[in-house]
């Protein structure tokens, strides 16, 4: 373990052996950091917090503080992030409240950049990239492999489906659905991610597939529904469907059109 003189550790914070604590980084009650994490200077982390394994928080960074909710009252709500996550300067990241399920959850292998805001009660899933000032209000959920475009944000109780891009300024008020391309002010629609796809292995039928699931939502007329209904009659034989299909129908503040 390599912690800095300056340094203030909680008693009650739990560290691995491995683990390096820059300058005047503050860690306080109920903290704990697994294996190969690295806390540069100036980091603050208060608790409850739960941080995994290989982590690296750069300076000037506030993780695991209390939620900016009028509504809290001292609860002792959670924050946990998972493995491999970039976490770079002056990011805050909010424990949750006692109104949703007293947790904010960042996945594994995250990118975050800096003055990136991820509010109480937020859930984000793996493989995501947040470029900088991406803000997240309270409650919002975002899937795996999602793209946050520098300045952008979704609205409080917001879903961001996985493989899902956000672009530059691009603010969300609405649900946006899995694979699905958001740009603009306000943002709409502009397609399917298809270059991040392709990136991460899809093959050419299947983005081809994505691309016309879209159409079907996006570009044939049909209410949301029938455009369901249509969809999920080809997710047996289109499988790659079904996280479009899913958050089409888990959207609760409607889908961006």
Request: charged share 20%.
């Amino acid at each position: 373990m390599s912690i800095h003189p300056t340094a203030i550790i909680s008693e009650s914070a739990i560290l691995a052996d491995d683990i390096q604590v820059g300058p005047y980084s503050v860690i306080g009650d109920g903290v704990e950091i697994d294996t190969g994490c690295r806390i540069d200077s100036h980091v603050v982390i208060n608790g409850p917090t739960k941080i995994g394994k290989n982590n690296h928080i750069y300076q000037f960074t506030s993780v695991g503080d209390d939620p900016q909710d009028k509504k809290y009252r001292d609860e002792p709500t959670r924050l946990e992030i998972g493995d491999d996550n970039t976490i770079r300067e002056f990011c805050t990241i909010s424990r949750g409240t006692v109104q949703d399920e007293s947790l904010t959850s960042i996945g594994n292998d995250n990118w975050i950049m800096a003055y990136v805001h991820v509010a109480h009660d937020c859930r984000i899933g793996d493989h995501c990239i947040f470029a900088n000032n991406a803000t997240l209000a309270g409650h919002v959920t975002v899937g795996d492999w999602v793209i946050f475009a520098g300045f952008t944000g979704a609205h409080q109780f917001c879903n961001i489906g996985s493989h899902a891009f956000l672009g530059m300024y691009a603010g969300t008020s609405r649900d946006v659905p899995a694979y699905t391309m958001i740009g603009g002010q306000p943002p709409s629609p502009k397609g399917i991610n298809s270059e991040g796809l392709k990136r991460r292995g899809f093959s050419t039928e299947q983005v081809r597939n994505i691309r016309n699931a879209y159409r079907v939502v996006y570009r044939s007329g049909l209410k949301l529904a029938e455009a369901l209904t249509e969809l999920e009659e080809l997710v047996p034989e289109q499988p790659e469907l079904e996280i479009f299909v899913a958050s089409l129908k888990a959207a609760e503040r409607g889908i961006i059109r």
